[in-house]
């Protein structure tokens, strides 16, 4: 953990962009506001952001080729302060931070193209509102937790799922559906102990 990917959201011409970040193995994204990619805006406020993170979950970052990263030097201010290697990905090639990518289609049903940030009224209090929404859904590739979940280590671990095919004969077939724990047997319950996410499958001998 501690490994992200990196761009920018652009709204209307001449309104500003958003950072945005997604660490990689717990999806967990920040996100932040800048009117324009000057450097003095942008590192002042990346690197408050960076200092919300926990250190040991900030070691690398593999960006695209903005100039808002690599051209105004913002990288190499990053690096020296922050101690985080910043990679960046080869022109013409967003699919080498493809989660990121995916992330940011997830950010623009919030944020749509051609949104104008000048003129949207609590714009910090909106983007917050969109990461708080992001690191709370439970995500299917993450076995049903959140990225706040993973990230943070609320849990110890990814839920084990224990999948169980009994054969006897049963009203109705039930396919991979998730019965809650009172609809289940005595003797499912014996064979289901110490997990918390199961599968039941009942085949009609």
Same mark, same amino acid.
């Given at each position: ?22 660490? =990689? ?14 450097? !003095?805006?942008t590192?002042? =406020?990346?690197?408050?952001? &960076?200092?919300?993170?926990? =250190?040991? !979950? ?29 990679? &960046? ?23 749509? =193209?051609?949104?104008? &940030? ?11 509102d ?34 169980l ?17 009172? !609809? ?22």
């Amino acid at each position: 953990m501690g490994h992200w990917e990196g761009d920018t959201i652009e709204g209307k011409k001449g309104s500003g962009y958003v950072f945005t970040f997604v660490e =990689k193995l717990s999806r967990y994204t920040i996100m932040l506001y800048v009117s324009s990619k000057k450097l !003095k805006e942008t590192k002042e =406020k990346v690197l408050r952001k &960076f200092n919300s993170i926990p =250190k040991e !979950k900030l070691l690398s970052i593999t960006y695209d080729n903005g100039i808002e990263m690599l051209h105004n030097g913002l990288y190499k201010i990053i690096q020296e302060i922050k101690n985080i290697r910043v990679y &960046f990905t080869d022109p013409g090639k967003p699919y080498q931070r493809g989660l990121n990518e995916n992330t940011n289609g997830l950010i623009r049903q919030y944020l749509p =193209k051609g949104i104008d &940030f000048r003129k949207t009224e609590n714009l910090d209090k909106i983007i917050q509102d969109v990461e708080i929404k992001l690191n709370h859904r439970a995500r299917k590739c993450l076995q049903y937790q959140t990225p706040y979940e993973i990230f943070f280590s609320v849990k110890p671990k990814l839920f084990p799922i224990k999948v169980l095919h009994l054969n006897y004969n049963a009203p109705v077939i039930l396919f991979g559906e998730y019965l809650p724990l009172d !609809k289940v047997t005595l003797l499912e319950q014996e064979l289901l102990n110490g997990f918390d996410l199961y599968i039941v499958i009942r085949h009609r001998s």
